[in-house]
Each structure stands twice: as structure tokens, then as C-alpha cells.
């Protein structure tokens, strides 16, 4: 393959994938031999929120306060935005506790659980379980500090 199309598929790829939490850390490019024309690529690591705090209670606590801000600065103030944080403070919780640090694990956690309990949500609610994946996900790359792929508009600090 040369420089050019892998250029082009490794855009494809990232532009496909912009709303799942990866970080462009490397890219080695080179020949498998001499022989061969096409390469080996080490290009995408998963970002991890191992660097935030051991107090996952803490944390979630923020993640639940951040999305029901978000959602009552969206749409209206509602108590089923905390229902909904309250679950996501849980699964984040349930994810670190196993040992689960990376972002797009933890995104696709929340979304599974939400969509779990989603009758209790779905009268009230006008956004959809994996919206909210999304915008925690959001919320954990801007607290580990990598570049956001910005999913949401918005991400509410919860100590403003």
C-alpha cells in the first residue's frame, strides 16, 4: 500500500470512528520485508481514565452532576436527567472496580445499562441511551485531558 492510500484509509478509519474515545499515539510504518509490499501499522491506543482519581464514588458522583447539567441546560430541568446520571455513576463505578480504565469500555457500560432500564426512562427522556454514552465519554477525555472528539456541544463542569 503506499503513503498516499494509507493516508486516505487511515482518514476514512478516523473519521468513521469520530465519536469513539481513541488516541493517535504512533504511527510505524514499514515494510513486513523486502519482499512484501503491504505494512505493519501500531497506530491507535484506547484512552484510559487510569489517571483520575481512585475514588470512583467521587468521580461518578461528578459524571451524574455533569450529565443531569447538561441535559437540564439542554432541554429542561427533569428528575429523570439525575435518574438516568445516577445510573451512569454506577456503571462507571462498576467498570473501575474490575479493573476497566478504558473510555470506550466504560461509554459502551453506561449505554448498555441505560438501554437495560430504558422503560423507566423513556416517557421523560428525549435523548437515547447511547447520546448519553457519548456525552461521558466526552466528559472523560476532557477530564484525562486528550483531545475531544466533541460528540456534545457542551461538557458541564459539575463544580461550576
Known amino acids: 500500500m503506499t503513503c498516499s492510500k494509507l493516508t486516505v484509509v487511515l482518514f476514512i478509519i478516523l473519521q468513521l470512528s469520530s465519536c469513539l474515545s481513541f488516541t493517535l499515539v504512533s504511527i ?8 512484501h509490499t503491504s505494512t505493519a501499522i501500531d497506530a491507535i491506543e484506547a484512552a484510559s481514565v487510569e489517571s483520575l482519581t481512585t475514588n470512583n464514588e467521587e468521580e ?20 429523570v436527567h439525575s435518574k438516568m446520571g445516577e445510573v451512569c455513576k454506577q456503571a462507571y ?14 461509554m459502551l457500560k453506561i449505554a448498555e445499562d441505560l438501554e437495560e432500564r430504558w422503560d423507566d426512562f423513556d416517557a421523560d427522556a428525549f435523548v437515547n441511551a447511547y447520546d ?8 472523560l477525555t476532557q477530564r484525562v485531558g ?3 472528539l466533541a460528540c456534545s456541544n457542551e461538557i458541564v463542569d459539575p463544580d461550576e
Open 132 to 139: 448519553i454514552g457519548n456525552y461521558v465519554a466526552d466528559y
Open 93 to 106: 463505578i462498576q467498570c473501575r472496580e474490575k479493573g476497566d480504565h478504558d473510555i470506550s469500555s466504560i
Open 28 to 35: 510505524n510504518v514499514s515494510p513486513l520485508s523486502s519482499s
Open 60 to 79: 461518578g458522583s461528578r459524571i451524574s452532576a455533569s450529565l443531569a447539567a447538561h441535559l437540564d441546560n439542554e432541554w429542561m430541568p427533569q428528575e
Open 146 to 148: 486528550l483531545e475531544s
